[in-house]
């Protein structure tokens, strides 16, 4: 069974820091693309940020970029999204999610397997 799980949501403080986890679980995900998107109340689930498999390199949304950093631990199958320089537009639940090969990287429909979501709630 495949699984994907978010940990690490919360409330903090503008300015602050949060770091999200998503563990992967069920396959091999070394070949897959993983991502973060959000979903703000009464918005629509957006791109954040994620990892190509094939070149290691990393994509941002512009709102994010510079204050936000994904990272992925192959071994344990894991995908961290390290969140500083909170702001409270960043108010969302958090989720993350696996797709690929190929695909837009930043684009929902590439993506086949998604987790449940993490609250991350940042107060001004």
């Known amino acids: 069974q495949v699984q994907l799980v978010e940990s690490g949501g919360g409330l903090v403080e503008a300015g602050g820091s949060l770091r999200l986890s998503c563990a992967a679980s069920g396959r091999d995900f070394s070949r897959y693309h993983m991502a973060w998107f959000r979903q703000a109340p009464g918005k629509e689930r957006e791109f954040v940020a994620a990892f190509s498999w094939s070149t290691t390199s990393t994509f941002y949304a512009d709102s994010v970029k510079g204050r936000f950093t994904i990272s992925r631990d192959y071994a344990k199958n894991t995908m961290y999204l390290q969140m500083d320089s909170l702001k409270s537009e960043d108010t969302a639940i958090y989720s993350c999610?696996?797709?690929?090969?190929?695909?837009?990287?930043?684009?929902?429909?590439?993506?086949?397997?998604w987790g449940q979501g993490t609250q991350v709630t940042v107060s001004s």
């Open positions: 999610a696996a797709g690929g090969p190929g695909g837009l990287i930043r684009a929902m429909r590439t993506y086949e397997y």
